[in-house]
């Protein structure tokens, strides 16, 4: 089978967030709005407190879904129907906002490390005001693929060399894997034929496709849709492989809200400020 071919490379773009966190954007930026189903990734790196510490305080969301991944550190997430849930490194949490949530997700620490990612997805037309749900994974549950030379493969949400990741019941289908390469490693990776996806390097550095394009850390490499990811790296490197359904439907976005049509996104602000967004 072939090998899939990137087709565009990005750098991402430091900026803040909720409260003032920094993050660097490496999807959802003027360099590249989307790649149908995802919306936006942000990834967060930093020890310094002052870097983190505000959190993201209540904020609502309709019409699409929130995916936490944690490498290190911790996170509490609350919601407006009391929900909580604790997100410590190696859990995941996919939060289908659907009708809406309005939600907080705050640090659970005062020092040390936080660093993981935050993946916006979108979600069809006919499942947009669903009830809100979540899944939310601790790291034991999240199985790792260990391939004799090394290659590790933690699979959040698909499968992957017959190992299928606890996340389920999603409208797009979703593959994502987080995938370490050892130094002069390489690894062929099933990617279901139709998905759209992309590569996220972050750490590191690794050579995707037949022609071996360079992804340094930090970048976002998009993938053309036909055949296996092919995957190597002489130094070593880490990634995230994001892939999903294509939802082929317009998109109305502004700020927390996702919808189809810009009158869609006008009544989620107006059922926002009545108190009606959440049902």
Known sequence: MSSRTITNIVTGQPTTDGAGVKLNRVLGTQQLDMVDPFLMLDAFYSDDPNDYIAGFPNHPHRGFETVTYMIAGAMKHGDHMGNTGH????????MTAGRGVIHSEMPEQEEGL???????VNLPSDQKMVPARYQDIPPEDVPTVER?????????????????GPIHG???QPLMLDVTLPPGTSVEIDVPEGHNG???VFDGGA??????????KGQLAVLGQKGKLHARSSNGGRFLLLAGKPINEPVARYGPFVMNTRDELMQAFADYRSGTLTG
């Open 87 to 94: 997100l410590r490194a190696g859990s995941v949490q996919w």
């Open 114 to 120: 936080l660093f993981g990612f935050q993946l916006w």
């Open 148 to 164: 004799p030379d090394g290659v590790a493969i933690k699979v959040l949400a698909g499968t992957a060399f017959g190992t299928a």
């Open 170 to 172: 999603v409208a797009t």
């Open 198 to 200: 992309f590569v996220h």
């Open 207 to 216: 050579r995707f496709g037949e022609d071996g394009r360079k992804v340094r």
